[in-house]
C-alpha cells in the first residue's frame, strides 16, 4: 500500500527544485544505511552452516540466478505486442534480483516447509545478490542494449552498496545483537524503499516516463508477470520432485526459488541504472514483487491445509 502511494503521489506531486536535491542526497544516505543493516543482518555462518544440505540450496540458487535470468534473456525476443520495449529493460532486471529473506522464510513455515533450509537459502541469496546481481546486469543488460551500466555506476554501487553491505557484515560482533533486539529498525527498511520509490517516480515524472507507456501496456505487464511467476512456480516444485527432495524440501524450492526481492531490488537499481528511467526499471518489479506476495499467500495456506496435496496449484 505505502508503495503504491508513494509511485501515485510522485506521479501527482513530483519533488522538484532544491527539494529534488535534497530527496536524492537522502535516498544515497538511506541506502548506504539500508545495506548496512543488511550486512548488519545477515548471518554468514549459516550458509557455512548450510553446506551439508548443498543440493536443495544449490538447486534455489541455481533457480535464483541462472534459471529466472535466462527467462529474461528470452523475453528479448517476446514481440512488442506483447512486452513493450520501454518495460522489458525493467522485466529483464527482474529476473537478475535476488530472492526475498523474510516473506520466503514466512510462507515456508506458514506451508510446513523446510524452514531452516529456506533461512540458510535466502540469506544465501541475498548475500551473493549483492555481487552477482549487478555483474548479471551488466553481463546481460549492457551486452543487449537493454540498459547502461557505466563505470559511474560501478563506482556508485561500491560506495552506496558494497561498502556499506561490508562494514555491516565486518561490524556484526558489535551490532548483530542490537540490531536482533530492535526489530523495529525493519520500519527504517519500509521507510527507505519507501522513499526510494517516491524519489524514482518523482524524476521519472520530471521525464515523462508517463508518455512512454499506456494503460494497455501496464496491463501487458501484469500479464506476462503473472505468467512468468506461474511457470516458475511450477517449475520448481516439478523440478525438485524430479531430482527427489521430499515434500518440506520441494516447498523451501518452490517459495525461494520463486521469489525476488524488492528491498534489495528497487535500491540497487536505483544506483546501477542513475540518469535512466528508472521509474519504469523499477515498476516490473513491483509489479512482480506484489503478485508473488498474493500468490504464495493463497499456495502457503493450501499447503497448510493438505499434508500432501499432489501438486502445486500454481495456475
Excluded at 512456480?233 to 531430482?243: D, I, P, Q
Excluded at 526481492?261 to 521509474?279: D, R, Y
Aim: one cysteine or more.
Amino acid at each position: 500500500m505505502a508503495i503504491v502511494t508513494a509511485a501515485v503521489v510522485a506521479t501527482l506531486l513530483p519533488a522538484s527544485g532544491i527539494g529534488a536535491e535534497i530527496l536524492d542526497w537522502a535516498t544515497k544516505v538511506a541506502i548506504f544505511c539500508l545495506f548496512f543493516l543488511y550486512g548488519a543482518r545477515l548471518r554468514p555462518d549459516q550458509a557455512l552452516a548450510g553446506l551439508k544440505h548443498w543440493r536443495l540450496h544449490l538447486t534455489i540458487l541455481a533457480c535464483t540466478f541462472a534459471l529466472f535470468p535466462l527467462l529474461g534473456f528470452l523475453l528479448g525476443f517476446l514481440p512488442h505486442a506483447i512486452l513493450p520495449a520501454a518495460l522489458l529493460p525493467g522485466l529483464v532486471y527482474t529476473t537478475l534480483c535476488p530472492s526475498t529473506v523474510q516473506s520466503s522464510i514466512n510462507f515456508t513455515s506458514i506451508a510446513r516447509g523446510n524452514v531452516a533450509g529456506a533461512i540458510v537459502s535466502a540469506s544465501a541469496s541475498n548475500l551473493l545478490g549483492v555481487f552477482v546481481t549487478p555483474l548479471l546486469a551488466i553481463a546481460l543488460m549492457n551486452t543487449t542494449g537493454q540498459a547502461s551500466v557505466s563505470v559511474g555506476s560501478i563506482v556508485n554501487l561500491v560506495l552506496q552498496i558494497l561498502l556499506p553491505f561490508i562494514l555491516g557484515q565486518l561490524s556484526r560482533p558489535w551490532t548483530a545483537d542490537f540490531v536482533a533486539r530492535h526489530p523495529k529498525l525493519k520500519l527504517f527498511d519500509q521507510a527507505s524503499i519507501v522513499m526510494v520509490v517516491y524519489a524514482a517516480f518523482s524524476e521519472g515524472v520530471r521525464e515523462g516516463i508517463w508518455g512512454l507507456v499506456s494503460i494497455a501496456d501496464i496491463a501487458l505487464l501484469v500479464a506476462v508477470c503473472l505468467v512468468i511467476l506461474a511457470l516458475m512456480l511450477w517449475f520448481t516444485w516439478w523440478l525438485a520432485r524430479r531430482l527427489g527432495f521430499d515434500r518440506a524440501d520441494a516447498i523451501a524450492i518452490q517459495f525461494c526459488g520463486t521469489k525476488k526481492s524488492l528491498a534489495t531490488g528497487l535500491p540497487m537499481a536505483t544506483v546501477l541504472f542513475a540518469g535512466q528511467p528508472i521509474g519504469l526499471i523499477m515498476l516490473p518489479l513491483m509489479v512482480f514483487h506484489q503478485a508473488q506476495l498474493m500468490a504464495c499467500s493463497a499456495l502457503a495456506s493450501r499447503y497448510a491445509r493438505d499434508p500432501e496435496p499432489d501438486a502445486p496449484a500454481a495456475a
